[in-house]
């Protein structure tokens, strides 16, 4: 079974940046896709962006493209996401999820860390 640790939220300006860290342990191959979700109060969960374990493509939502880098370092097994030019939009809890590449189901999440961008 998959786990995962997050670190790496906290408190920055509007214009700043921050790198989000999740880092996985328990699987057994790299068919494994990682992504960064974030859920702000009074909204849904949403995602933010996606990588493959295997392949390296990522996706991004079209909020944060340009901005924010999904990224893996496979020595690690950890999974980076770079957050540029943090608006006070992108204030949320983010998690940190991973799927089987052939499954639609995002089976395992980290505990969530608070981002908060100030104005």
């Known amino acids: 079974q998959v786990q995962l640790v997050e670190s790496g939220g906290g408190l920055v300006q509007a214009g700043g940046s921050l790198r989000l860290s999740c880092a996985a342990s328990g699987w057994t191959s790299r068919t494994y896709d990682m992504g960064w979700f974030r859920q702000a109060p009074g909204k849904e969960r949403e995602i933010v962006a996606a990588?493959?374990?295997?392949?390296?493509?990522?996706t991004y939502a079209d909020s944060v493209k340009g901005r924010f880098t999904i990224f893996g370092d496979n020595a690690k097994n950890t999974a980076y996401l770079q957050m540029d030019s943090l608006k006070p939009d992108d204030t949320a809890v983010y998690y940190c999820?991973?799927?089987?590449?052939?499954?639609?189901?995002?089976?395992?999440w980290g505990q969530g860390t608070q981002v908060t961008v100030s104005s």
């Open positions: 999820a991973a799927k089987r590449d052939t499954s639609w189901n995002w089976s395992a």
């Open positions: 990588i493959s374990w295997s392949g390296g493509g990522t």
